[in-house]
Every structure is written in structure tokens, then in C-alpha cells.
């Protein structure tokens, strides 16, 4: 299995993950035509995607929503704005081809926000974003992944420094906004384990955060913990520059 995280942040969405025959993409929300660019650099193109996970129904997630067919859409109730997709239900898994998918629970303030536990028959992947906090209910189905993607939005005191309206501020700061860096790596305590090998930090603000600030968030509370950081790949997902891990072959 591996990732193809082709943008990352406020500014637009897609992932994609590849095992076999299978590709599935998770969000769309940026341009077509940049789209395909990049995944054809990993010899693909959106012919090849088998289904399309969606997050949420806001518009950096979903505003690609168009070039996709609508039997390919799958989403919780409400993410999306047409019918006839396929509907999902949190925690109960559906299968696409040899994949496992099963959506977990966000917080966001969005309709049914959700992240995805992807498996295949030896690897485990968390994808996670746009979560104000680490639902609890979460951590049993999804610990010890082999890669987590997981949200690392904001440095509390950048945030705090940009000239962002105080409500907004508030609202990326609450239970239903975004995981600041600290949080993201608490959470990310929780979650991993031996077979753990990848941990990409996703969704950084380009106000509000950096990958050095982010990683070095994770280093001080991993350190607090007594946890080595450096037994896991530890890389930042960007918006502009693709990112791909896993077990990728040419």
C-alpha cells in the first residue's frame, strides 16, 4: 500500500492511496488539470480511481466533486450536495475491492464530518483531518497503524498573531476547528504502535504554522513522554508539493 498526498491545507485537498489494482482517492478539492499533473507522475490518472472518500462537504474538500462519477462518491449522510452516491455509516466498514474502508469520527463544523481507517490484508492507514479534537471513540479501531495522516493545523501563538478575525480564531481553536500541534502529537501518542512506521502531519495552516514549528511540536511532547521519534518517519504534508510513502513501486 502507499500514499500520494498531491495537496494538503485550507487551499484544497486529494489523497491518494494505492494497493494492487486499487486506488482510491480521499477528497477532492483542487483543480482538475492540476490533479492529474501530478498523479501522473505516479502513472496514474482519475480513470484509474475506483472510488472517491469524501471528509466533509466543505469547499476544499469537495469542490473537485464534479469530475468524479457519482457512482465512484462515497460519503457519510450529508457530506454532499447530489444523490445517488453511495452512503456510508461511521464505524461500519465497506469493501473495495481486496480494501477495507471504514470512516471514523471527526469534529469539525461540518455536516458528518469523518476521517478513514483504510486496510488491506497486512497494512493499516489512518487518514484524519479537520478535527477541533481526537474523538475517543476513534482509538480502539485504529491503533497501531503502520501510517497515519493525521491534522497538525496551527501553532497557538501564530494563530493567535495573524490578523484573522477573533471569531475565527476562536472557532479553528475549538472542539469543532482544527488540532493545533501540540494536540496533534498527543493524539498521535495514543494511536500508534510497533508496526507504526510513517506519521505525516497534514492540513498545516500557511498563516498560522510551519513544518518546523510542527515538527518540533512533536519532538518536545514526544520527548515528554519518553517516546524516540525518531522510530517513525516523520515528514509534513504541503499544498503545493505532492508527498508519497508507503510501500510505493514503480
Known amino acids: 500500500m502507499y500514499y500520494y498526498i498531491v495537496s494538503s491545507g485550507s487551499k484544497g485537498n486529494a489523497t491518494i492511496i494505492k494497493d494492487k489494482d486499487i486506488v482510491i482517492l480521499i477528497d477532492m478539492g483542487i483543480a482538475f488539470s492540476r490533479f492529474e499533473e501530478e498523479i501522473n507522475k505516479i502513472n496514474l490518472s482519475m480513470k484509474d480511481v475506483d472510488a472517491a472518500f469524501f471528509t466533509h462537504n466543505h ?92 491534522e497538525s493545523n496551527h501553532d497557538i501563538q501564530m494563530l493567535m498573531k495573524t490578523n484573522r478575525p477573533m471569531q475565527l480564531k476562536q472557532r479553528i481553536l475549538s472542539e469543532l476547528g482544527h488540532l493545533n500541534n501540540e494536540d496533534s502529537a498527543l ?40 517516546k524516540d521519534i525518531n522510530k517513525y518517519n516523520l515528514r509534513c504534508a504541503n499544498q503545493w508539493t505532492p508527498l508519497l510513502g508507503g510501500s510505493y513501486e514503480d
Not at 462519477?69 to 462515497?74: F, G, S, T
Not at 476513534?138 to 493525521?150: E, G, Q, R, S, W
Not at 497534514?202 to 498560522?208: C, D, M, R, V
Not at 513544518?211 to 519518553?226: G, W
Open 59 to 150: 469547499t476544499d474538500h469537495i469542490s473537485g466533486l464534479k469530475f468524479i462519477p457519482i457512482k465512484k462518491q462515497y460519503a457519510l449522510k450529508g457530506t454532499l450536495p447530489s444523490s445517488g452516491h453511495h452512503e456510508l455509516d461511521l464505524f461500519e466498514p465497506i469493501n473495495i475491492g481486496h480494501l477495507k474502508v471504514t470512516p471514523i469520527k471527526a469534529s469539525h463544523d461540518a455536516i458528518n464530518p469523518c476521517g478513514y481507517l483504510i486496510e488491506n490484508e497486512e497494512e493499516r492507514l489512518v487518514y484524519i483531518t479537520d478535527t477541533g479534537i481526537f474523538p475517543e471513540e476513534n482509538f480502539k479501531l485504529i491503533k497501531n497503524p503502520d501510517y497515519l495522516i493525521i
Open 187 to 226: 493524539a498521535a501518542l495514543e494511536i500508534i504502535g510497533k508496526k507504526t512506521k510513517d506519521i505525516v502531519l497534514a492540513h498545516l495552516s500557511e498563516e498560522a504554522n510551519t513544518p518546523e514549528k510542527a515538527l518540533e511540536a512533536y519532538q518536545r511532547v514526544f520527548s515528554y513522554f519518553s
